[in-house]
């Protein structure tokens, strides 16, 4: 079993940079896959970025050059958001994907709102 907390989202103004942070508790080894999706109003769920456990990342085209992964030790990740747009709105979710049947563990999601 995996927990994820996340945090940091909120209102910023276009142009603007948010951090969000997803602590990760239970059984962190296991983990292969850590991402983060998003969730706009009317949109399906879309993966934004990820990162396997050899460090290689993946980004959504939409968001390269803006947005950057970390993890920090396992027990947590972020994703860093710069230069936000107000198509960026939308609810963010941190995601890990653990064990050899890749079960799938979601945070609670975190509201991001960008003003024009």
């Known amino acids: 079993q995996v927990q994820l907390v996340e945090s940091g989202g909120g209102l910023v103004q276009s142009g603007g940079s948010l951090r969000l942070s997803c602590v990760v508790s239970g059984s962190i080894d296991t983990i292969k896959f850590r991402a983060w999706y998003r969730q706009a109003p009317g949109k399906e769920r879309e993966l934004v970025a990820s990162i396997i456990r050899n460090g290689a990342k993946t980004s959504a085209d939409s968001v390269k050059g803006r947005f950057t992964i970390s993890t920090d030790n396992a027990k947590a990740m972020y994703l860093q958001m710069n230069n936000l747009k107000p198509e960026d709105t939308a609810v963010y979710y941190c995601?890990?994907?653990?064990?050899?049947?890749?079960?799938?563990?979601w945070g609670q999601g975190t509201q991001v709102t960008v003003s024009s």
């Open positions: 995601n890990v994907q653990a064990g050899y049947v890749m079960q799938s563990y």
